[in-house]
């Protein structure tokens, strides 16, 4: 049998609709520029058994990355094996990926999350994986994922085949995955989102007035239907028309606009959200430069927290049954109130403020005294090259 030799390839695995943005965001052009043979892999058709996700243009980053789209677990494990003795998968959002392939074939991986706490609804979903634990406020987003990697031995297969790498955003307390991949190495690292404050030369906040949502494109996400998440219009255009009275109360009570900041991979049809402005890739400087934030569930609330802008998080029925388990995590890490669109009123008597609460969130889930001054893929290249 062949012996593993030293890394020349680093692929990328993604089973996300992998945007330009998310190609900055997964820091492509570092691993090319580091000298690696470069590679995406889209398992979305492997992974889901819905076709939601369009394949990613073999030309879309110029030839410069080769890009390869599968359409079948035979397929990709082919080329597993072809990639068996000199590769390495960077396996972005381990739990939900193609995970049991690359055990089965051997290919070296390391897994990978840059998310904050919803980073920790990913990490212990994982050990449900291998321990069998189904909390409540897992199942409800991922039973169908869970009895499907039950089915698959996954558990077993990561434990035969570890990954070389764990990277986090989070410390070891609340890592439960660490117990079960015990050869694996440990890298806690910061989140992903800090990068953007590392690069900006001017770090102080602003507030310019206006009062920020950060849409998630509910109900027409286009990853929605790989979820089984499936939406009425009558369902979005409520949606849409609760955050209309909400924005609408919330101007007349600051005497502030409310801008959108856009999904990045968001399609507006037209006046989703009455005249108001939305704006698409700006979502850093417009929570820096914002009085205070609505929203959801997002990974931006590194932003926030960051820049110490109040927040509230909204929620109506609908919400809980698909992303109840992120809203949950976030509500009970922080301790603030959810302010339910449907049953609520004076929105302003949920805004959330407490400094010890936002340190304490950086400190736990964002920023590590060890990589805070260096980029989370120059940490991630400098582990591989000891590899």
């Avoid at 394949?55 to 410069?64: F, K, M, T, V």
């Avoid at 990068?195 to 507030?207: C, G």
């Amino acid at each position: 049998m062949q012996k593993l030799g030293p890394i020349k390839r680093i692929i990328t695995m993604t089973n996300e609709w992998f945007t330009k943005e998310r190609y900055k965001r997964n820091c492509i052009d570092m691993i090319r520029d580091a000298g690696y043979e470069t590679e995406i892999w889209n398992v979305n058709k492997v992974v889901f058994s819905v076709e939601a996700i369009p394949d990613i243009p073999n030309d879309l980053y110029r030839g410069e990355v080769t890009v390869k789209n599968f359409k079948s677990r035979e397929e990709l494990r082919e080329e597993l094996r072809k990639c068996r003795y000199d590769s390495l998968i960077l396996n972005w959002y381990a739990d939900w990926s193609a995970t049991p392939e690359i055990c089965t074939e051997r290919v070296r991986y390391c897994n990978m999350t840059g998310a904050p706490v919803l980073g920790e609804v990913w990490l212990n979903n994982l050990a449900a994986y291998y321990e069998k634990i189904t909390p409540i406020n897992i199942i409800r987003r991922l039973y169908k994922k869970i009895q499907f990697i039950k089915q698959n031995n996954n558990q077993l297969l990561i434990k035969k085949w570890p990954p070389i790498y764990n990277f986090a955003a989070t410390p070891a307390e609340y890592m439960p995955i660490y117990r079960f991949t015990p050869k694996s190495k440990m890298r806690f690292i910061h989140a992903i989102d800090y990068d953007k404050y590392i690069l900006d030369e001017n770090k102080d906040p602003k507030d310019e007035g206006y009062i920020l949502f950060i849409d998630q494109s509910w109900g027409t996400h286009p990853e929605d239907k790989s979820y089984n998440w499936i939406f009425s219009e009558n369902e979005v255009e409520f949606y849409y028309e609760l955050m209309r009275k909400l924005f609408d109360l919330l101007e007349e009570y600051y005497n502030k606009k409310v801008i959108i900041a856009a999904h990045p991979k968001a399609q507006y049809c037209g006046k989703e959200y009455g005249d108001r402005e939305i704006r698409q890739f700006q979502t850093y400087e417009l929570i820096k430069n914002s009085n205070f934030v609505i929203f959801h569930a997002s990974t931006t609330m590194d932003w926030i927290f960051l820049f110490e802008k109040p927040c509230l998080q909204v929620i109506y029925d609908k919400m809980n049954k698909y992303m109840g388990s992120d809203m949950y995590n976030i509500k009970s890490y922080c301790g603030l109130k959810t302010f339910d669109l449907e049953q609520d009123s004076n929105p302003w008597d949920y805004l959330f403020y407490d400094r010890l609460v936002y340190q304490r969130y950086l400190r736990d889930f964002v920023v590590t005294d060890e990589t805070d001054k260096r980029l989370f893929m120059e940490v991630v290249l400098d582990e591989i090259s000891k590899i």
